[in-house]
């Protein structure tokens, strides 16, 4: 009965949000009061690639940096941060990182939160004549507190183009609806 009440409220201390609209979806975890604090240290890991695209994860961890690191307000550690760490734990740095990877590492570099998850879309869709049409990103975020070792934040990203778009430029959108959420 204690770890039902427990989970209950567990639950209920999560905030969700699911937005959908044309060309669009979002679907957010954070837990109540979550923000990331102005000068800490955030670490952007390199986010698992689960498209056909084979430099997606790279590209898309490179975005969410570089969008962090523009904001002038926190300090920035990015994928290749991670990769070191992970070859001088042992680990392969092709290995997807999770939670506790996450945490060890950034506890090894004075990391205050870090950024991991993977992409989940990232190409053109196709119609079932297999004829090319908009491009599509989509991502799939954590944010871990690294003191606590607790996910703080999680969220889903979807963006669809418009013709004449780039995939790129729709990993961007994806990237930014990302960071608004994060920052708000």
């Known amino acids: 009965m204690k770890s039902i009440s427990r989970n209950l409220v567990l639950i209920a201390g ?3 949000i699911f937005q959908s609209s044309v060309g669009a979806s979002e679907l957010i975890y954070s837990t109540p009061g ?8 955030i670490g952007v890991a390199p986010l698992q690639n689960l498209t056909q695209s084979g430099s997606a994860g790279d590209r898309v961890s490179s975005l969410i940096a570089n969008i962090f690191a523009e904001s002038r307000m926190f300090r920035v550690y990015g994928e290749d941060v991670f990769k070191t760490r992970m070859q001088y734990n042992g680990l392969n740095p092709s290995l997807p990182v999770d939670r506790s990877i996450s945490v060890k590492i950034g506890q090894q570099t004075g990391m205050n939160y870090v950024i ?4 989940i879309e990232y190409g053109y869709q196709l119609t079932p004549q297999g004829t ?5 990103a989509g991502i799939d975020i954590r944010i871990v507190d690294v003191s606590s070792g607790k996910i703080i934040f999680a969220g889903s990203f979807t963006k669809e183009g418009t013709p004449g778009t780039t995939v790129d430029h729709v990993a961007m959108d994806a990237v930014k609806a990302f960071y608004e959420k994060v920052m708000r």
């Open 132 to 136: 090319r049409t908009l491009p599509i």
């Open 34 to 41: 979550f923000t990331l604090i102005r000068g800490t240290t």
């Open 116 to 119: 991991f998850g993977s992409v």
């Open 14 to 16: 999560f905030f969700f």
